[in-house]
Structures are given as C-alpha cells and as structure tokens.
C-alpha cells in the first residue's frame, strides 16, 4: 500500500489505499449540478479495477425528464453478474463552499495539515466514495473475483434537486434488471469514529408555508388596518408550544423547525398587507403526511383567522427492521473496530429514502462534524478504517454464496 498521500490513482497510485483517490475527488469543484470532472476520476478508477462504467445523464433533452430540473450526470459502474448483487451509493456533488476567505486551506485543494484532509466534500462525501473503492481494490486482491456482483451507484444531484440523480438511476435499474440485492450508502453517520453509528432508517420530513394575509397601513393608524403578524405570531405559538410526539425506538420525537419568517416590507411605517412563515417537519414513523397537516391545521383553526397552508412532502420516514444485511453490516463494524455499532434513524434526508423503495439500504460514512461547514475535513486514519469496514462487508455478504475469508490481512 502506497504511504504517499498525494499519490494519484489516476497517475497510477495504488486503489487499496482511499486518500489519493479522495484528493482527486475533492480537487474537482463539483457544486451542485456541476460535475466538473469528479465522476470521470471516479469513473476511471473503477475501470482500472475491472468494471464496467455506465455514465448515465438526465434532464435538459431529455423529453421525459421533470420540467425546470437541472440536468444531472450520474454513474453506474458493475463488476460481476451473479447474485448477491452488493451497491454502494453515494454522491460527488458538493456543497458551496461558502466565504471561501474563512477558509484556512483552499476549500477544492485537498490540502493534508497533520493528517487530516481539508476540502469540500471530504466527509459528504467524497472520502467515503474513495473508501468504497479502495474496500473493492482489497476485496479483490484478498479474495479474487467476487461470486455475485460489486456495484457503484453515483450521482450528482443529492445536495441539490434530488430529481434527476438517484431516484432516475433506479428506475433506469429496474427497466433493465439490474436492481441490487442490497444497498450500502456512504452517507456521514459517525458521531465519533468510523463505523460508531449504522443508520437504519431516515426521518420523513414535511416543508410548509404558513401565509396570514391583512389589510395594509400606517403604523400611526393601526385601526384602520389589519396587522397580519400578530395573528402569525400567535399561530406559530400555537405550533411550537409543545412536542408533536415522544418518538418511537430507533427514531427521535418528530421535530418543526421555523425557517424563515418574512413581510417582504421594506419600510419602518408601514403595516404590512401579508406575512409568511416557512418550516420543516422531520418526522418519525407514527406519523403520516396527511396525519400531520390536519394536526398542522387544527392548531391552526383553534387560534382563528384566516390563513394558507399550502405542504410539501420531501421524503416519508422508514425504517430497515433486523435483517441478515444489517446484522452483517453491524457484525463488519465490530469486527474492525472492536465495538459494535448504535444503530439509529436520526440526521436529515439522504438518497436513501428512494433506495428504499428498490432494496435494503442502510448508511455507514464518515464522522460528520465538519460536512457543510469551512474547513471541512477527515483524518486520514479514518478513511483506513472506513475502506476496512466496508471490505469486511463484502467479505461477510460473500460469505453466503460459498467464499470463505482467508484469514487476517
């Protein structure tokens, strides 16, 4: 295994080991719906381990695509035709990177400071990409040819659209019967270290917008208008004062964050003619999208007045129950790291909540803390050990069809 970390792949670098590969990925500014070359560095190395690459793109021409979606480039890449049929998923789009003055490393120069790797998308989620690779590159140095089929699913809408990425994959999937078996998503799950926290499920979550309508005037008059923010206030008090629900094991109590309130009034002496509040709903199983907007709406009512609720369902909540995917997921995470996962249902929406609708999924990445934010970044200790799980993963799911591990590395 080479000790260079700046070690390309594409120059030749070693695949067992994720972190030049992970620099590569990061050095491409692939920001929502831009690829900017990151599924070609991907792409090329999957070739280099034998499978085959699929570049896949919808939207733009393409007739049946959703109007007003960017289009989006995406990838399948397989090894193998038999069964079990193992994906790893996950994503090159990226965040911006925001005031990129705040930064202390250039945010796409996948700079190395005291072992950790700085750069958009090196936890969300390009380390993890990397991981998946290099876990084929040691499976199959390790154990040869795998007996069913290895697959990577990338696409690089998850941060934006959501509408020409995953969910179009799948469907391109099933028309020709390649659906997998089982789905691994690379997603940031770890609180603490790699391989602490499997996610066995997701949250749904609900966005609203709560629009209370008035009569315009000035602020010296207020009798002869009708001041819709008070009536807001008061509906959005209605809203908050108490919890939805307790929860319901592994999930946490359903939760409503206000997001933005907003008059549009620019002027000091004027009462406004509307106001609007927009937030999110992330909700556990004992609740349905329509439960909640007649619980929305009957607080609502009680306050009185007019308003507009007008709802949007992003993703509903789900669940994987105990199943021989996860137990084996669980059993390779504490078979490398020496404790055994929590497994829970918390975090916000991920690509998952489509795979779930084809196969098993759960999600095992990275350490979290940092996605999103400046200076996001990943040891590069943790990238050993994450490309370690998900080998063993692959050793254990491979188990079954009659190929047994062959001892420690």
Known sequence: MTTD??????GGGDLRDPRGLARDLIRCP???PADAGALGVAGAALARLGFAVAPLRFGGADADGPDGAAPIDNLFARLGTGRPHVCFAGHTDVVPPGATDAWTAPPFGAEVRDGRLIGRGAVDMKGAVAAMVAAVARYLDRMGPPPGTISVMLTGDEEGDAVNGTRRVLAWLAETGAVPDVCLVGEPTARARPGDTVRVGRRGSLNATLTVRGTQGHVAYPERADNPLPHLVAMLAALTAEPIDQGVAPFPPTSLALTSIDVGNPARNVIPARAEARFNIRFNPSQTPRGLEAWLRRRLNAVGGAYELVVSLQGEAFVLPDTPFRRVVAAAVAEVTGAPPTLDAGGGTSDARFIKDYCPVVELGLVGTTMH???????????????????????????????????PR
């Open 5 to 10: 970390p700046a070690a390309s792949p594409a």
């Open 30 to 32: 692939s920001v929502t």
């Open 373 to 407: 934010q400046v200076d996001e970044q990943v040891p590069l200790a943790d990238l050993e050990v994450l490309a370690d799980i998900y080998a063993r993963v692959l050793v254990r799911l491979f188990a079954a069809a009659g190929v047994e591990p062959a001892g």
